[in-house]
Every structure is written in structure tokens, then in C-alpha cells.
């Protein structure tokens, strides 16, 4: 069955960086693309990121545009979000999250989600 | 950016009841619409992509209609473990992906 499991959440401080994981297997890695939505305490879902099946085409929200960074590796299926310049508007769980549609173009329509990792940024 | 509404924020139904849930899109967005459940402490599931086609394992008192602006989701005589937050996600024209921002639906 498909599983994505997340890590590398934690508290850090304004300013400074942080790189989640996501660890994907039960479905063909290099076959579909694969978000990062968030949810910020209390609230409800913000999309963050995507990256197609062969990385050629990634895309952002406005609000993290320039300071993060989603990458894959497929030899190791995972998923990965670099976050730079963090904010206390960062704090969310992250969410790494299986498009629905195989091949070259996500469809935006996620099927699998992982249980998220917790993301703090306080001083 | 296309903007989802949902109503009510809060919906309270009976156990056994039928729950009528609305999203609006800003602008068009075909059936490329998706409904997502979530229950507290837990990753969100889908139910519905197209407007209508239920996910993989979605019972049948699950279902979706609508297109262009307007989409419905309706769950029929609802069980105790459908008591949730359920989103709707538009995925016509993105970046950005945009959700709603959630109805609640509460046991009365």
C-alpha cells in the first residue's frame, strides 16, 4: 500500500532553515508527481509546492516563492522541502502528499497524504 | 488565484441524517474539483476528484455533483465516523492549488 512518511520537523528560529523528508514507497516514485500542502495550527489547508515525476517542472505558492525549495530523489524515493529565511507564519504541519495522475503534468488532485511533520518557528 | 468558498462552517446533523455540504469556486473550474475529509490529529483523505467519481474504498453514502462554480457534497445517512472537517480543492487552473477553507461537520 502506498505509505509517505515524513521527518525532519521541529522548532527553529526565525531566520534560520530547515529540510523536511518524505519517504515514499507502495507505488512507482518516478512515475507521478508529489506536493507539499500545510496546515498552520487550528486552520485550514494551504498548498505549498509541487514537482513534477522528473522534476522539470516545480511550482510554488506566492508565500514561500523564493525561500523554499522542493526536490526529489529517486534512487532513495523521497521527496524533500528546503526552507529558507523561515517565519512564524511557517509554523504548520507539512504535509507531503502522492498527485493522483501519473506522467509529465500533476493533476493537482492529491490521492495519498503522509501523517505530516510538525513545523515550529519561534524564538 | 481562484478563491473556494464553503458553507456552512459548521454543519450539525443527526446520526442517521443527510448532510448537504457547498463549495464555490471564484471563476470556473470545470470538475476539476476534490473533496477531502479530516479528522482531528489525521492527514486528510480523499473522497471525490472529477466533482462526482469517489476515491478508491469511499462508501457509496459519499457523493459529489456539480461544475463550473457550483459543487455539492452529500453524505447520506451519516454514521458516527463521518463527523469531520471535509475540504473541497480546486485543481483547474494552478499554480496555486487552492482549498476552501473547510465545513465542520458536528453531531446535533
Known amino acids: 500500500q502506498v505509505q509517505l512518511v515524513e521527518s525532519g520537523g521541529g522548532v527553529v528560529q526565525p531566520g534560520r532553515s530547515l529540510r523536511l523528508s518524505c519517504a515514499a514507497s507502495g507505488f512507482t516514485f518516478f512515475s507521478y508527481g508529489l506536493h507539499w500542502v500545510r496546515q498552520a495550527p487550528g486552520k485550514g489547508l494551504e498548498w505549498v509546492a509541487v514537482i513534477s515525476y522528473d522534476e522539470t517542472n516545480k511550482y510554488y505558492a506566492d508565500s514561500v516563492m523564493g525561500r523554499f525549495t522542493i526536490s526529489r530523489d529517486t534512487s532513495k524515493n523521497t521527496l524533500f522541502l528546503q526552507m529558507n529565511s523561515l517565519r512564524a507564519e511557517d509554523t504548520a504541519v507539512y504535509y507531503c502528499?502522492?498527485?493522483?495522475?501519473?506522467?509529465?503534468?500533476?493533476?493537482?488532485?492529491?490521492?495519498?497524504w503522509g501523517q505530516g511533520t510538525l513545523v515550529t518557528v519561534s524564538s | 488565484e481562484i478563491v473556494m468558498t464553503q458553507s456552512p462552517a459548521t454543519l450539525s446533523v443527526s446520526p442517521g441524517g443527510r448532510a448537504t455540504l457547498s463549495c464555490r469556486a471564484s471563476q470556473s473550474v470545470s470538475s476539476d474539483l476534490a473533496w477531502y475529509q479530516q479528522k482531528p490529529g489525521q492527514a486528510p483523505r480523499l473522497l471525490i476528484y472529477g466533482a462526482s467519481t469517489r476515491a478508491t474504498g469511499i462508501p457509496a453514502r459519499f457523493s459529489g455533483s456539480g461544475s463550473g462554480t457550483e459543487f455539492t457534497l452529500t453524505i447520506s445517512s451519516l454514521q458516527s465516523e463521518d463527523f469531520a472537517v471535509y475540504y473541497c480543492q480546486q485543481y483547474n487552473k494552478w499554480p496555486p492549488i487552492t482549498f476552501g477553507q473547510g465545513t465542520r461537520l458536528e453531531i446535533k
Open positions: 502528499a502522492k498527485d493522483s495522475m501519473a506522467g509529465p503534468n500533476p493533476r493537482g488532485a492529491v490521492d495519498y
